[in-house]
């Protein structure tokens, strides 16, 4: 397996006693932190693997993203002055709706690498809808090597969508969605690094059926469910 020792850093573990290593050393192997300590300590234990010297840096567990767009990305700065419900229904979505798969794509791969250069190194995104085409954009994400957490976008309609409308360009069945949503949901079981999840709008955007519907679906099929 491939190995290699990050060496002469500060390794913050968050492990239970919250230790701070300082002259540390922290070894990989493969896709495994195998051992972090006094920097002699762990290059003693892996003799003959490359070792990178960090002196002066940090090196710390990736940060975790709750709350992610990758759509967004590219709609950053649009009438950021507007409250929540002009934002959406005269920005936002007429702006997404008008997406193609290839914008969608595009999108990602900026803020995946926004996040990756901050040091997260996994995510959860929380409205992937039909146009952004969630099984190109699963592979696009896959060949960043980050960790992501994908609820496919799901509605049917009503409350706060009553005074801030999709655009036609996003309005799909709820049926739909959730075919989309399992489609590839079987396309990447067993991955660990993309997960699939069913992912209902915001409260008042979805039916209590529907709701109800959806935790149901998720247990069946296994799945996780995040509402946005």
């Known amino acids: 397996r491939h190995a290699v020792i990050l060496d002469n850093c500060t390794a913050v573990t968050l492990n239970g006693r919250r230790e701070i290593v300082t002259d540390a050393a922290v070894a990989v192997v493969g896709n495994t932190i195998e051992a972090v300590g006094k920097s002699a300590e762990v290059v003693e234990r892996f003799p003959g693997e490359p070792v990178r010297a960090l002196r002066g840096w940090v090196v710390m567990p990736g940060l975790v993203d709750g709350h992610f767009h990758l759509p967004q990305t590219l709609c950053r700065g649009a009438a950021d002055e507007l409250p929540i419900p002009r934002w959406m229904g ?3 979505f007429p702006l997404e709706g008008a997406f193609t798969a290839d914008d969608a794509r595009a ?5 995946v690498l926004e996040m990756l250069k901050a040091g997260t190194t996994a995510f959860l995104e929380t409205l992937i809808l039909g146009r952004h085409g969630l099984d190109e954009l699963t592979e696009v994400i896959a060949d960043t090597g980050i960790r992501a957490v994908l609820p496919r976008g799901i509605t049917d309609g009503g409350g706060y969508l009553d005074s801030a409308p999709l655009h036609g360009g996003l309005e799909e069945s709820p049926d739909e969605a959730i075919a989309d949503a399992l489609a ?3 396309q990447w079981k ?6 699939i999840w069913l992912g209902p709008r915001s409260t008042g ?5 529907l709701l109800r519907h959806l935790v149901e679906l998720a247990r069946a099929e296994g799945m996780g469910l995040c509402q946005h």
């Not at 999108?107 to 803020?111: F, H």
């Not at 067993?190 to 997960?195: F, N, P, T």
């Not at 955007?205 to 059926?209: K, R, T, V």
């Open 90 to 92: 005269e920005r936002i």
């Open 107 to 111: 999108s990602a791969r900026l803020a």
């Open 190 to 195: 067993g991955s660990d690094r993309i997960r």
């Open 205 to 209: 955007g979805c039916s209590e059926a």
């Open 184 to 186: 590839v949901a079987a």
